[in-house]
């Protein structure tokens, strides 16, 4: 995979910090931090490239996480801590995705918010979607409607047939949310009620006292082991 000149510095960040698997689990719980540890370099590069940095840093910080959570567990499994046949992919175009997870609605097509993709090459094993947000602001919404219509496709008839929504489910399809809770908003009534209709809902930052559903994300280790 080709890097950009911005995912290059994240993943020489990475190479630094997660020398060992202990380490490389604080990274997936600080990932705020490691994030922002990129930005003043980021800021650089975008400045002397004429690009306005404060327009581009919602776009080029969001790509960040989700190549780092990506590239982070790819450095998990090589310390054997994942199982070996475990796929992940950032392509929004997997031919997984175009033959799972696109709903018809009409002669028109619904596709998930995806930023990350997990799956095994073993049979009859479930596909697992992440949306990546660092904000709640940024497009939540989308993540969960998507979620609810595949909910309404799979197991609500009456619905499914009053929106005329195609969709077979040849693959059980798990849903998840992954986010660096930037501006708190996680833990506001409003958004922990939306969350609920995730199968994953993981946070990449130090917090105390974390309730269910939400979990650090170094967890989705234990669950992925479990899963597959």
């Known amino acids: 995979m080709k890097l950009s ?6 993943k020489d960040k990475i190479d630094k910090i997660g020398t060992n698997y202990e380490r490389l689990k604080e990274i997936l719980d600080n990932f705020d931090k ?7 370099k980021c800021t650089d590069i975008a400045k002397a490239s004429g690009k306005d940095y404060k327009q581009a840093r919602v776009a080029i910080v969001g790509s960040l996480f989700s190549f780092g959570v990506y590239y982070t567990l790819l ?3 090589d310390f054997n801590r994942l199982p070996s046949d475990l796929q992940l992919s950032l392509s929004k175009n997997h031919p997984l995705i175009k033959e799972h997870a696109i709903i018809k609605i009409g002669n028109e097509t619904l596709k998930p918010d995806m930023d990350l993709l997990i799956f095994s090459e073993k049979p009859y094993t479930p596909i697992i979607i992440f949306s990546l947000k660092t904000s709640l602001r940024e497009r ?18 009456i619905l499914k047939k009053k929106y005329n929504i195609n969709y077979k489910a040849e693959r059980e399809i798990k849903f998840g949310f992954i986010t660096t809770n930037f501006y708190k908003e996680l833990f ?3 958004y922990r009620a939306t969350i609920t209709f995730f199968d994953y809902v993981y946070i990449a930052r130090k917090v105390e006292n974390l309730k269910p559903p939400i979990k650090r ?3 989705i280790i234990n669950d992925l082991n479990n899963t597959f």
Do not use: F, M, T
Request: charged letters at 25%; aromatic letters at 8%.
């Open 140 to 157: 939540a919404g989308q993540s969960h409607r998507w979620k609810l219509v595949l909910d309404i496709a799979q197991y609500c008839d």
């Open 188 to 190: 506001e009534p409003q």
């Open 217 to 219: 994300l170094s967890e």
């Open 34 to 40: 490691v994030l922002n540890s990129c930005e003043a």
């Open 75 to 77: 450095k998990i499994k």
């Open 5 to 10: 000149i911005y995912r290059q510095i994240l």
